[in-house]
C-alpha cells in the first residue's frame, strides 16, 4: 500500500542520488513499472499530447493560477468543449458555482453527483 499523502521524503521530485531515502512502500521502488508507464505516454499519441499539454499549463500557471484556472486552460489548449464534472454531495454549492464558471469560459460542464444511482452506501 503506498502512503504518498504522509511522505516527507518526497523521492518523486528529488534527484537520483537523493532517492536512497524514499520510504519502503514507496512506488518510486518499483522502477519496471514505472518505466512501463513512461513508455506508455509516448507509444500513444493521444496520451502523449494530453501529457505534455497538462505539463505545459501547470509550468505556465505554477503557483500563479489557482486549479480551476488550469483546467480551464487545460480545456481551450486541447480544444475540449464538454467537460466531466463528478463531486461528493457535500460539495453541491461548489460544483454548482465550477461549473458556472465552465460555462463562461465556453465549456460545457456536465456533472453528475456521487449518489446518483440511490444506492446506500451500506
Given at each position: 500500500?503506498?502512503?504518498?499523502?504522509?511522505c516527507a521524503v518526497l523521492?518523486?521530485?528529488?534527484?537520483?542520488?537523493?532517492?536512497?531515502?524514499?520510504?519502503?512502500?514507496?512506488p518510486m521502488r518499483h522502477t519496471?513499472?514505472?518505466e512501463a508507464v513512461r513508455r506508455k505516454y509516448h507509444e500513444n499519441p493521444?496520451?502523449?499530447?494530453?501529457?505534455?499539454?497538462?505539463?505545459?499549463?501547470?509550468?505556465?500557471g505554477y503557483a500563479r493560477w489557482p486549479r480551476v484556472r488550469e483546467v480551464?486552460?487545460?480545456?481551450?489548449?486541447l480544444g475540449y468543449?464538454?467537460?466531466?464534472?463528478?463531486?461528493?454531495?457535500?460539495?453541491r454549492t461548489e460544483a454548482a458555482?465550477?461549473?458556472?464558471l465552465l460555462r463562461r469560459h465556453g465549456?460545457?460542464?456536465?456533472?453528475?453527483i456521487c449518489s446518483t444511482g440511490g444506492m446506500d452506501k451500506r
Open positions: 500500500m503506498f502512503t504518498c499523502a504522509s523521492a518523486c521530485r528529488r534527484a537520483e542520488d537523493e532517492r536512497g531515502n524514499m520510504p519502503k512502500n514507496c519496471e513499472e514505472m493521444e496520451i502523449e499530447l494530453f501529457h505534455k499539454t497538462s505539463s505545459l499549463v501547470e509550468s505556465e480551464i486552460e487545460f480545456c481551450k489548449k468543449k464538454k467537460i466531466g464534472v463528478a463531486f461528493c454531495v457535500g460539495l458555482a465550477f461549473c458556472d465549456l460545457e460542464p456536465v456533472s453528475v
